[in-house]
């Protein structure tokens, strides 16, 4: 696995609210795909969604930007957002 960049950082984040059943998941996909940010998303048994993000700070800030608002039908409540060491994930995937 190559080295991750110096200036790249990674997120956990945990995302609350009407998160589930609005098409969430895919349109962060979409969002994470188009900024060039790696990762996963996926679904809680709790309703939350709970994702990770790695890339530089100025695309994780667009990325979680974009969580907080959702596709039309979401209603995001809470978002914690946890720094953690970079792995150097290469691309973004829903996770089931």
């Known amino acids: 696995m190559p080295e991750p960049e110096p200036s790249h950082k990674r997120l ?4 609350r609210g009407r998160v589930q059943g609005v098409f969430y998941r ?4 979409e969002r994470a795909r188009l900024l ?3 990762g ?16 530089p700070q100025a695309l994780l800030d667009a990325f ?5 608002e959702g596709p039309p039908l979401a209603r995001v409540t809470a978002i914690d957002a946890t720094p953690e060491p970079v792995e150097g ?3 973004f995937e829903i996770r089931y």
Not at 40 to 55: L, M, Q
């Open 12 to 15: 956990h984040l945990r995302i």
């Open 26 to 29: 895919a349109a962060v996909y």
């Open 36 to 38: 060039e940010v790696a």
């Open 40 to 55: 996963w998303i996926r679904n809680r048994p709790d309703g939350s969604v709970e994702a990770v993000a790695e890339g």
């Open 64 to 68: 979680v930007a974009f969580c907080r």
């Open 89 to 91: 994930l290469q691309e």
